[in-house]
């Protein structure tokens, strides 16, 4: 028996490999990062007998594709590092999508041990795995644990001390076809002439590696005097197919052995399967998530319409009293009535058309939908340049751009996710709803909901047109695969909806009470002053301002209040409405922000609209901003981030006012 041995372990995220690792290692734990990467690194130790034993937790990995940055690190770490034994950890619940996973690390050639984690929770819905079979057929000792309990570990750790002493071990136990195992042995020929080469790595895990198209693989052999000799070979070789053939065959593998150790595991066709080959089909997936969103801002506007004619009619009749009151001095009652209350009320009024949509967005994804809508993006986010995996922070988007920008931390590629942070704030955050539900409620009053919906897809596509624009220009590249789990589908409750409703919403409200707030204030003292001046006038120092900037915007159909409302947009979008609360009043013939729009002569539908989609493209808010810096480190991205917006959002909206009539004719 060896006085000291290193396991690795491996396994799929989620499958309880590090509650095995914490209850074999206990607190002799060591945390760092890998060399090179900022991936944790977690090892510790502990003994069996008179065996000290170092364990080492691999990055969670659902293949050892090398795509991501967790996948090399396992991989490198497995190979170059060579563990006297590597325990698989499989999530027993999950067995059949774990396997794709025992076939590559057999193909490593190294030893190994299987750990069926969470077998008391197998067994309770009926999954029976036999580990006689397992043995037998993919000649790998199998163990019963229940990480959580403690349960299989002192015999899992037998195990691997029996399988380090045990020699040989093969190093495949998959047949390719005829054609791949003449393109293997071609290679594998070739690369045993560098005896190096064959020394450091498993010359047939190689081979099959390079087939696949691997460039990790590809610079492993770069310095080697066989590298020509090889590159001939694959030059000859659709290395997509090859690899699509390959994987092919794994699945065919696992699905015939499945049935024959495991019982229940392979389950007939059940009602969530029947509406993922709907949902998730090729052609009719991204129609049926257009008409779900299309759906979801109908419902919105058609629920919300009544509380907000409530809301308006109470803040309005606030405002309306306390500024007439004759409270003194008389820039009270005005900063009170025409500042605060009136621009607060401009922006409260827009809470039941958010809290409605957060609360149907949450139901879609509560219900496992939204994963599927991801999963069904893959493909056209691929053909752009992105992972699917891009998507998901795009979705977050929706509802905020700041923890969506920070949910690109998940992307292992790093001109992926530079990419993915420049498009998010295109993705239409919950904040320039309010101007959507103003100007599309006001100018387009019987089809509000298809306009807000036409304005989330221009965001998608102005963010899906310039990722394909920077993926082939500023950051070139090959995206990665998305390979993701999907939940399963649930009847969603509706108290877990109203909760992350709220937990989502309440942003918006503490928006409206802070940065709102002040900003509603400022843009009244800009326009009050100087004291004389008439309210909101061009006399006043926001008329000053405005009429500076008129120029830039005249080209837009924007006068030099809606410049006003835009430059302090900067800050924080639901201030746009605020602004325009403040700097439009409530005068005698006009009872809300909508009357004194509609009443506005230099707008109409086109500037409307065009306004709107300026509004979504032009730059972030300042809190975005703060976080593109932090997750980009670069004050150039930043930048890069704001003019590009800019310009992006004044050539939409110049196209809109010069189409406008063509454009809009259908809506």
Known sequence: MKDRIRIALAGNPNVGKSTIFNALTGSNQHIANWPGVTVEKKSGTTRLGKTEIEIVDLPGTYSLTA??????????????????????????????????????????????????????????????????????????????????????????????????????????????????????????????????????????????????????????????????????????????????????????????????????????????????????????????????????????????????????????????????????????????????????????????????????????????????????????????????????????GFGCNVPAILGTRTIEDKNDRLITILINPFMSCGARLPVYVLLAGAFFPTNAGTVVFVLYVLGIAIAIGSAYLFRKTILPGKPAPFLMEMPPYRFPTAGTAIRHMWDRGEMYIRKAGGIILAGAFIVWVLATFPWGAEYGSAESYAGMIGHLLEPLVAPLGFDWKIAVALLFGFIAKEIVVGSLGVLYGTGEDESSLTGALLADPSLGPVAAFALMAFVLLYMPCVATLAVIRKETGSWKWTGFSVAYGIIVAYLVAFVIVRAGPLILGGI
């Open 67 to 396: 795509y991501s940055i967790d996948e090399v690190v396992a991989r490198d770490y497995i190979i170059e590092e060579k563990p006297d034994v590597v325990i698989h950890v499989i999530d027993a619940t999950n067995f059949e999508r774990n396997l794709y996973l025992t076939t590559q690390l057999m193909e490593l050639g190294v030893p190994l041990v299987i750990a069926l984690n969470m077998s008391d929770e197998a067994e309770k819905n009926g999954t029976l795995i036999n580990r006689t079979l397992i043995k037998k057929y993919f000649e790998i000792p199998a163990v019963r644990t229940v990480g959580s309990k403690g349960e299989g570990l002192d015999e899992l750790l037998r195990a691997a001390l029996t399988e380090a002493e045990t020699s040989p071990h093969h190093e495949h136990a998959i047949g390719y076809g005829d054609e791949i195992e003449r393109h293997i042995a071609a290679i594998v020929a070739v690369l045993e002439k560098d005896p190096n080469l064959a020394s450091r790595y498993p010359p047939r895990w190689l081979a099959i590696r390079l087939l696949e198209g691997d460039d990790n693989a590809q610079d492993k052999i770069q310095k080697s005097t066989i590298t020509a000799a090889a590159d001939a070979i694959l030059a000859s070789i659709d290395t997509e197919k090859t690899e699509a053939a390959m994987a092919d065959r794994r699945y065919e593998v696992i699905a015939a052995l499945l049935p024959q150790v495991c019982t229940t595991c392979v389950k007939e066709m059940n009602a969530s399967d029947i509406i993922d080959r709907v949902v998730t089909d090729r052609w009719l997936g991204i129609p049926i998530f257009l008409a779900l969103m299309w759906a979801a801002f109908e419902l919105t506007f058609a629920v919300a319409t009544p509380f907000m004619s409530a809301i308006d009619a109470v803040m309005g009749s606030c405002a309306s009293y306390v500024a007439g009151s004759g409270m003194e001095p008389a820039w009270l009652a005005s900063l009170l009535g025409d500042g605060i209350i009136g621009g607060l009320g401009s922006v409260l009024i827009f809470i039941p058309n958010i809290f409605i949509l957060l609360f149907i967005l949450s139901l879609l994804e509560d219900s496992g939908y939204l994963a599927r809508a991801a999963f069904v993006m893959d493909r056209l986010m691929y053909a752009i340049g992105l992972p699917g995996k891009s998507f998901i922070p795009m979705l977050i």
